[in-house]
């Protein structure tokens, strides 16, 4: 099993942290938490640090895009950027295909490190001038 976690402490940059291979459930819960997160109105940037990630389930993958779809218009008002942490090179080659195919409203980053992420987040909210 695994889990999926969203820390505030750092707003307006929001880290999520996948650690193995969350439960349906667990997805659920999350995607409540982050939807809660969004609709509060804020401009933020959001961090996922998917290093430690497991498998995506197709719950998952199908979860994630339902997500996406209901809550486009938000993303593209409030959520500044995006950035994916993935250690694998393998996994960050297969994250920057789906967010080609995705087309997410807002800018995003793939990296390596959590720093180079946080860098950028930090660069993204002085561009917007938060």
């Known amino acids: 099993m695994g889990s999926i976690s969203i820390d505030t402490s750092k ?3 929001v880290v999520h942290t996948a650690d193995g291979t969350p439960s349906n459930e667990a997805i659920d819960d999350y995607i409540r938490e982050a939807t809660d997160i969004l609709l509060r109105g804020e401009p933020h940037v959001t961090v996922l640090d998917a290093r430690r990630v497991g498998k995506a389930t197709a719950y998952t993958r199908a ?3 339902e997500w996406l779809r209901e809550r486009r218009p938000e993303l593209a008002s409030y ?3 995006a950035v994916y942490v993935v250690g694998s090179p393998l996994l960050r080659f297969v994250v ?3 967010l080609v195919v995705a087309r997410l409203p807002m800018p995003y980053r793939v990296c390596e ?3 180079e992420g946080m860098a950028w987040a930090r660069e993204r909210l002085a561009h917007a001038g938060v």
Request: proline share 7%.
């Open 113 to 115: 490190e959590l720093e």
């Open 11 to 13: 707003w307006p940059i």
């Open 79 to 81: 959520c500044l950027g």
């Open 96 to 98: 920057m295909t789906v």
């Open 63 to 65: 979860r994630s895009r």
